[in-house]
C-alpha cells in the first residue's frame, strides 16, 4: 500500500467550476498535510497547510482534513485557466528524528477548460 | 525576501563524473531537505540536514551520495560517479526553526547525465 495515494487523474473541470482533489495516507501518525501546485517543468510551490480535523479556507482554495478517516481534499472554486497543474498531497511522516520528513503523492493533473 | 536558492539550474555530466548541487536556505531558515523527481515520478525525500549536521539521511542510496550542510555557505548534494539513473530534478527546500513544518522549495536543478 502506497503511503500516501491521490487520484493520478488527469482531471478536467470546466472554468468557473470547483475542481476537488483528494488524498489518503496510510500512516495515522501524521500530523500535517500540505497541498503544492507544481506547474510543468517548475518546483513546487506551497499553498495550503492543514493541521486539525475540519476545513481551513483560503481565498479560492478549501483544505479539508479527516484524521479518522486518513483523508485530506483541497476544493478549488471558481476555476480558471491558470489553475491548470499538477496538485501534490503531502504529508509529515512521523520518524525517529521528529516530524519533517515529506511523504508526496505522485500527484493529480488538473485541466481547466475554458 | 529571497526565496531558496539552487544552482546550477541545469547541469549536464558524463558518465562516471561528479556532479554538485547547491542550495541556499530562505533567510531565517535552518532546516534544509533534499528531494528527488524522477520523469514522471513523485517527489522522494533523500535527506535533511541542519547546518553540521544530518538529521536524517533515511532516503539517501547508499553509495554515491553524499550532503552536508556547512555552518557557512549553502548546502550540497553530491553525487559521485553519476549514471544514467540519476537523471532527475533535484530540489531543495527549507523551513524555518518551528513546528509549522511548511517547507518551501528551490527551483531545482535539472541533471542529465550523458
Known amino acids: 500500500q502506497k503511503e500516501v495515494e491521490q487520484n493520478s487523474g488527469p482531471l478536467s473541470v470546466p472554468e468557473g467550476a470547483i475542481a476537488s482533489l483528494n488524498c489518503t495516507y496510510s500512516?495515522?501518525?501524521?500530523?500535517?498535510f500540505f497541498w503544492y501546485r507544481q506547474y510543468s517543468g517548475k518546483s513546487p510551490e506551497l499553498i495550503m497547510s492543514i493541521y486539525s480535523n475540519g476545513d481551513k479556507e483560503d481565498g479560492r482554495f478549501t483544505a479539508q482534513l479527516n484524521k479518522a478517516s486518513q483523508y485530506v481534499s483541497l476544493l478549488i472554486r471558481d476555476s480558471q485557466p491558470s489553475d491548470s497543474a499538477t496538485y501534490l498531497c503531502a504529508v509529515n511522516a512521523e520518524s525517529t528524528f521528529g516530524n519533517e520528513k515529506l511523504t508526496f503523492g505522485t500527484g493529480t493533473r488538473l485541466t481547466i477548460i475554458p | 525576501n529571497a526565496g531558496v536558492m539552487q544552482n546550477p539550474r541545469h547541469l549536464v555530466r558524463r558518465r562516471g563524473q561528479e556532479a554538485r548541487l547547491r542550495c541556499s536556505p530562505m533567510?531565517?531558515?535552518?532546516?534544509v531537505y533534499w528531494y528527488r523527481q524522477l520523469p514522471e515520478e513523485g517527489l522522494k525525500f533523500m535527506v535533511y540536514?541542519?547546518?553540521?549536521?544530518?538529521?536524517?539521511e533515511s532516503g539517501m542510496p547508499k553509495e554515491r551520495f553524499s550532503a552536508e550542510f556547512p555552518k557557512e555557505g549553502p548546502s550540497i548534494l553530491r553525487i559521485q560517479q553519476v549514471v544514467r539513473g540519476d537523471s532527475a530534478a533535484y530540489f531543495c527546500?527549507?523551513?524555518?526553526?518551528?513546528?509549522?513544518?511548511?517547507?518551501?522549495f528551490g527551483p531545482g536543478t535539472r541533471l542529465t547525465v550523458t
Open positions: 533567510k531565517g531558515h535552518s532546516h
Open positions: 540536514l541542519q547546518k553540521e549536521n544530518i538529521i536524517d
Open positions: 500512516d495515522r501518525g501524521s500530523q500535517s
Open positions: 527546500a527549507s523551513s524555518p526553526p518551528d513546528t509549522s513544518y511548511e517547507q518551501y
